[in-house]
């Protein structure tokens, strides 16, 4: 007897994620939080690597190996990641790795014929989801069995890691995202997904950080987004997060439109990028003192943004850089390597930091449990 998928329908999925939009979240660190982030359909998946290899040697990259163009230079020293819209470039620039979030079950439900239509369609089909209680309980189910279901797929497609998004609206709740990233990984063990090709990614909130302290502690992979101060890129690592994302280009935009802002106004007032600077004085301290937390530079926006991270662990890169790289005039053998990395484990050490800014995680843990002011 063929399953019927009408009940709910994915539009059913759509309105509920809809309602529940993931917001950018930095409260509770000395950095004003952002406006909320409104994601495109067409560009749902940013890359998460899972490259092992040390980031004080040249890293490896996928993409077009052996050609001899800048794209192919600067991968010497950064894995560069391509932001690839994924229903329409696979052939271009292959995926090395994805994050599956509500975001992209959005763009699946919204277009007649992806890849991984079948996976949500298969969790709206679910029988044990189907005869719970209330709406709101069937409603978590679907969405759990589908972000779980397209996780699935990806891993079958990607070499490197996944990484599943939770739930924004528990950001503020530690207990409430260790059980949502317990129920994922439950679901992820039914589909035989190895633990060790998943990261979990929460957000930089103090109850985040948290969570992934002790997410960590179990051996679980996470992946802290939404990192936009230096307390919260610090924190992170302290609590020994896999993966730490901070946003280059959003940082920039909010410098531009607002102030106020200790960290960002030293930046600019020292001619820094306060985007790139963040990246630069987190990596510094991620391998000054030998945490082992990837550091991750997201929203680039041009060449130069990329040649000014170059040694950073990944670099999320758009389609239209990683093109114009790509597209750029073969460069000398004898000048290949003219492109000079600006971060390095070995400079690292030399780097001064402030007793302010070495606070330490169990000191915010209790300026916390005194109030959001006390940070």
């Avoid at 709406?135 to 079958?156: H, M, P, Q, Y």
């Avoid at 730490?244 to 820094?272: C, M, P, T, Y």
Wanted: net charge neutral; charged share 20%; with cysteine.
């Amino acid at each position: 007897m063929p399953l019927s998928l009408q009940s709910p329908p994915c539009a059913t999925l759509s309105a509920s994620i809809q309602k529940g939009r993931w917001k950018t979240l930095a409260a509770g660190f000395s950095v004003t939080p952002l406006p909320a982030v409104n994601f495109s359909l067409r560009r749902s998946i940013p890359r998460i690597l899972a490259s092992a290899s040390s980031s004080s040697s040249p890293a490896s990259s996928s993409l077009e190996a052996g050609e001899n163009n800048e794209l192919n230079a600067v991968s010497a020293f950064s894995e560069i990641v391509p932001d690839t819209v994924v229903f329409d470039d696979f052939e271009r620039f292959p995926p090395t790795a994805a994050t599956v979030s509500s975001a992209l079950l959005l763009g699946i439900c919204g277009l007649p014929d992806t890849i991984f239509r079948n996976a949500v369609d298969m969790a709206l089909a679910d029988s044990s989801c189907a005869g719970l209680e209330t709406t709101e309980s069937r409603l978590s189910c679907f969405f759990n069995k589908a972000i779980v279901n397209v996780g699935g797929d990806l891993v079958k497609l990607v070499p490197g890691r996944v990484s599943t998004e939770v739930d924004a609206r528990l950001a503020y709740d530690t207990n409430g995202i260790i059980r949502k990233v317990h129920d994922l990984l439950r679901l992820y063990n039914e589909i035989d997904v190895p633990h060790e090709r998943l990261l979990f990614k929460i957000p930089a909130t103090w109850q985040g950080i948290e969570a992934a302290r002790l997410l960590e502690s179990e051996g679980i992979q996470t992946h802290i987004t939404f990192v936009y101060s230096f307390a919260q890129a610090a924190a992170a690592a302290q609590a020994g997060a896999s993966v730490i994302q901070i946003f280059v280009g959003r940082l920039r935009d909010w410098a531009r439109n607002h102030s106020g802002d200790n960290e960002i106004e030293s930046a600019i007032k020292s001619g820094e990028d306060p985007g790139l600077a963040l990246v630069k004085r987190s990596y510094n301290y991620i391998h000054k003192y030998g945490y082992k937390s990837k550091l991750m530079a997201a929203a680039v926006r041009n060449k130069q943004d990329l040649f000014s991270l170059l040694g950073v662990d990944y670099v999320i890169a758009p389609l239209k850089v990683l093109q114009s790289l790509k597209d750029s005039p073969a460069i000398p053998e004898d000048e290949k390597y003219s492109f000079v990395r600006k971060l390095t484990p070995e400079t690292a050490t030399h780097y001064h930091f402030t007793n302010k800014e070495l606070v330490k995680w169990d000191q915010l843990s209790l300026a916390s449990s005194m109030g959001p002011a006390s940070v």
